[in-house]
């Protein structure tokens, strides 16, 4: 049996999907498993002992139409995505069965319980979501001391990002106890700068600023490796939840019922209860954008004493 699977495309949301593919894999033991995604998708699961093959999808509708050609047949078509693009792809990918994520009938609960009750429901199964899983061909290297991950980024918007000036002046206070390491992508770099900057003001010289120098399999590794990750609502979030790392997780406008950190019991939220939070929107639209700005480096640091 062939199964092809159309992943999210967002790394937490791939993350998140993985309880759920776990699942399908488990229930088609003979089966050989096929990917196709985006570049951060494909990447953060490629590694999967059970993937035969995997497709990166260009963002061109017109590419499209190559995929029954370059993958051919297949038995069964799971699709985590229901955008007009995904429902194209469904449309056009040769399979038996065809199944795809509807997020107006998937909406309660959080993504984990989501994705999975999508395959549940597809397959007439009564399957429970298990912890998230990831793969990594690294092992853990020996360290001379305990190493801090730093993530001050968040692809959906700004309004979800806390201020470089307070993640500098936590890892100044915690300079002393741990190594740090400043992740990021591409988006991500200004803030990863600014941070950096600070601390070289501060003379504090015992960090590496990664922000848009690693790749995801780099990513996963690096952060499988951490002993403490203070980050906001984002993919390399839920990457720590996977190995089970000591995290502190800052949200704003976002839903914590619904992505915060899946089975992770080394996990601390910080927020602040505000009548406008959660507004679920990019930027914030009442312009003060207090459910971060009132979240101090005392909050993480209290945190952090209670978390190490």
């Not at 059970?50 to 051919?72: C, D, H, M, Q, W």
């Not at 959080?110 to 994705?115: D, L, S």
Request: hydrophobic content about 40%.
């Amino acid at each position: 049996m062939k199964i092809l699977i159309e992943l999210p495309s967002w790394l937490g949301d791939t993350v998140m999907a993985t309880p759920a593919i776990e699942n399908l894999i488990n229930n088609f033991n003979d089966a050989s498993f096929t990917l196709v995604g985006s570049m951060v998708a494909i990447e953060a699961i490629k590694d999967h002992p059970r993937v035969a093959g995997t497709y990166v999808l260009s963002n061109s509708y017109i590419s499209l139409f190559k995929i029954p050609k370059e993958l051919g047949r297949f038995d069964i078509f799971f699709s985590f995505r229901g955008s007009i693009r995904a429902k194209l792809l469904k449309l056009i990918v040769r399979s038996s069965r065809k199944f795809q994520f509807d997020k107006g009938i998937y909406n309660e609960g959080h993504q984990v319980e989501k994705y999975n009750d999508f395959i549940n429901k597809s397959i007439n199964k009564k399957f429970n979501p298990g912890r998230l899983v990831l793969y990594s061909r690294s092992k853990i290297d020996k360290k001379e001391k305990k190493i801090l991950g730093i993530n001050p980024g968040a692809s959906y918007g700004s309004a979800k990002r806390w201020y470089p000036k307070e993640f500098a002046e936590v890892i100044s206070a915690l300079a002393d106890k741990y190594d740090i390491i400043i992740f990021g992508g591409p988006e991500e770099q200004k803030s990863a700068n600014e941070i950096e900057q600070s601390l070289k003001k501060k003379g504090i010289k015992n960090f590496q600023n990664l922000a848009s120098m690693t790749s995801i399999p780099e990513l996963i590794s690096k952060i499988k490796n951490l002993d403490l990750f203070i980050t906001g609502d984002s993919g390399p979030m839920h990457i720590a939840a996977a190995f089970q790392i000591p995290t502190i997780s800052i949200f704003g406008p976002t839903r914590i019922q619904k992505t915060s950190q899946w089975l992770n019991n080394k996990n601390m939220i910080i927020k602040k209860d505000m009548k406008c939070r959660p507004c679920m929107k990019r930027t914030c639209p009442l312009g003060h954008h207090n459910c971060m700005k009132l979240i101090k480096a005392s909050d993480v640091l209290e945190a952090e004493e209670k978390i190490a």
